[in-house]
């Protein structure tokens, strides 16, 4: 892995011991040494402080970047390259949470489900997930809607204090501006959208995209026509969620029905 090789060539040129490193970033040497053998691909924080300890400007978060981007498939590649680009994003969730909205300790519960035993795989999509976060922050945010599945706040984790930390981090989301959030309820009896997330983006150059979801696969449509399709089962599904301020006093009511 570039990245690890380039972790091992500055500190070596630096004349510095892992533990002189440790020092310098107050991140633990063993776990400094993952980083530098590759078990361990690392988060956008640390990548910081070692950028700053070795003076390298924004070298090591730049490399991160594309280390993160190998984590993912192929498909999923593509459509995260679109994501960069939208001004517009529409998802509907069912199930659970979407990646965008996760506090890490969900994300972490989340995706262990897909790498038992699996360490370091674990580690590496989990500092992923938060770091594509960062599309809701900073300049040029896109407009995002979210439409949540009932369901999505009817599956608590096991851990109720980082289940209720999950809740208010929605609550914080959906007080930005530029965000919209609402609760679609089980009374909205059947649709189209069932079982499968979806994503539209709107692209500068007036295309858009889809992404859909499900347990097991993924799909990304570029096709106009596949696309229009989706973008209209969104409209209908949405017609049916609840206004963005009942959505927000649901969530409120969940947290309270979850005393941790």
């Known amino acids: 892995m570039v990245l690890a090789a380039e972790l091992a060539r500055l500190r070596e040129k630096s004349g510095k011991s892992l533990s002189d490193l440790a020092a310098d970033t107050t991140y633990d040497r063993t776990y400094l040494h993952k980083l530098e053998t590759g078990v361990k691909l690392?988060?956008?924080d640390v990548m910081e402080a070692l950028?700053?300890?070795?003076?390298?400007g924004e070298h090591l978060v730049d490399l991160w970047e594309l280390a993160r981007n190998d984590v993912f498939r192929d498909k999923y590649k593509r459509f995260m390259e679109?994501?960069?680009?939208?001004t517009v994003r529409y998802e509907y969730a069912v199930g659970a949470v979407p990646g965008l909205l996760q506090t890490e300790r969900y994300a972490r519960a989340v995706l262990a489900l897909s790498f038992p035993g699996e360490e370091q795989g674990l580690e590496e999509q989990v500092a992923a997930r938060m770091g594509r976060q960062k599309l809701?922050?900073?300049?040029?945010?896109?407009?995002?809607?979210?439409?949540?599945?009932?369901?999505?706040?009817?599956?608590p984790m096991r851990d109720?204090?980082?289940?209720?930390?999950?809740?208010?981090?929605?609550?914080?989301?959906?007080d930005q501006p530029r965000v919209t959030l609402q609760v679609l309820p089980f009374s909205a009896g059947l649709h189209h959208l069932m079982g499968t997330s979806l994503t539209i983006l709107w692209l500068p150059d007036?295309?858009?995209?889809?992404?859909?979801e499900?347990?097991?696969?993924?799909?990304?449509?570029?096709?106009?026509?596949?696309?229009?399709?989706?973008?209209?089962?969104?409209?209908?599904?949405?017609?049916?969620a609840l206004s963005?301020?009942?959505?927000?006093?649901v969530i409120q009511e969940t947290m309270e029905d979850n005393p941790s």
């Open 42 to 44: 690392g988060s956008p």
């Open 51 to 56: 950028d700053k300890a070795h003076d390298t």
């Open 82 to 86: 679109l994501e960069q680009q939208a």
């Open 136 to 155: 809701l922050h900073g300049e040029d945010v896109p407009h995002f809607r979210a439409v949540l599945d009932e369901s999505v706040l009817r599956r």
């Open 160 to 174: 109720k204090v980082a289940w209720t930390q999950q809740l208010g981090h929605l609550l914080t989301v959906a």
């Open 206 to 212: 007036g295309k858009s995209a889809a992404y859909t």
């Open 214 to 240: 499900t347990n097991v696969n993924g799909e990304l449509f570029e096709d106009p026509t596949e696309v229009e399709r989706l973008k209209l089962s969104y409209d209908l599904l949405r017609d049916f």
């Open 244 to 249: 963005p301020q009942k959505s927000v006093e």
